[in-house]
């Protein structure tokens, strides 16, 4: 629980995280967080459109532990892609969360707009508002294109990689460039049956 990686900028990231997709609200989910708590896990991904952004904050308020033995990831979703729109996005993810600033914040997937929204995204980190910047399911496409207009580039990408599908083109790509590769859905999420895989959804990043 304790190991962590190093991102370009020098913030680490704990290696294991929770991820919180598709858990059921409610006493399901409360009593999900809570164990996750207990058993030590500090790192937790959400996203706009998972709908439990506000949950997660609840349920971390309620253990006791203090915010800054957090890390919180989330993301914005394609339909919030744009300057303002993506800033208008972060503030309600932080209210949500109810955080003054985000551990680290990701584009969900590349849609229309979203150099427009990595601005923002560059201008919230030069804030002090999120500590490590970076996107989700991009492909390297979609980074050389944003590699065009970024002034800082994106620290992390966080792309489906298990055995069935490893990605060792891109992790060579992002390798070269300083971009953390990490990893959702690392058992596989069900879709193969690969030994010793427990169907849990953690997100671990590697360097």
Request: proline fraction near 4%.
């Amino acid at each position: 629980m304790n190991q962590a990686v190093e991102a370009a900028n020098g913030v680490k990231i704990p290696q294991l995280g929770f991820g919180v997709y598709k858990i059921q609200k409610g006493v399901v989910f409360e009593k999900t967080i809570a164990a996750a708590i207990r058993t030590g896990y500090r790192h937790f991904d959400t996203a706009k459109i998972y709908g439990n952004e506000g949950e997660l904050g609840q349920e971390v308020q309620k253990s006791g532990v203090p915010r800054e033995e957090f890390f919180f990831t989330s993301k914005v979703w394609t339909t919030d892609l744009g300057y303002h729109a993506t800033r208008k996005a972060f503030d309600q993810t932080c209210r949500k969360l109810n955080v003054t600033y985000l551990d680290m914040y990701l584009i969900h997937f590349a849609g229309p707009h979203y150099e427009k929204a990595w601005a923002a995204m560059e201008e919230l980190y030069l804030e002090g508002r999120i500590k490590v910047i970076g996107v989700a399911n991009f492909e390297v496409r979609h980074l050389e294109r944003l590699k065009n207009h970024a002034k800082i580039l994106p620290m992390i990408n966080q792309i489906e990689t298990h055995p069935g599908f490893q990605q060792h083109e891109l992790h060579d790509y992002l390798a070269r460039r300083r971009i953390l590769h990490e990893a959702w859905g690392p058992p596989g999420t069900g879709k193969q049956d690969f030994a010793g895989a427990s169907g849990s959804c953690h997100d671990s990043p590697s360097p």
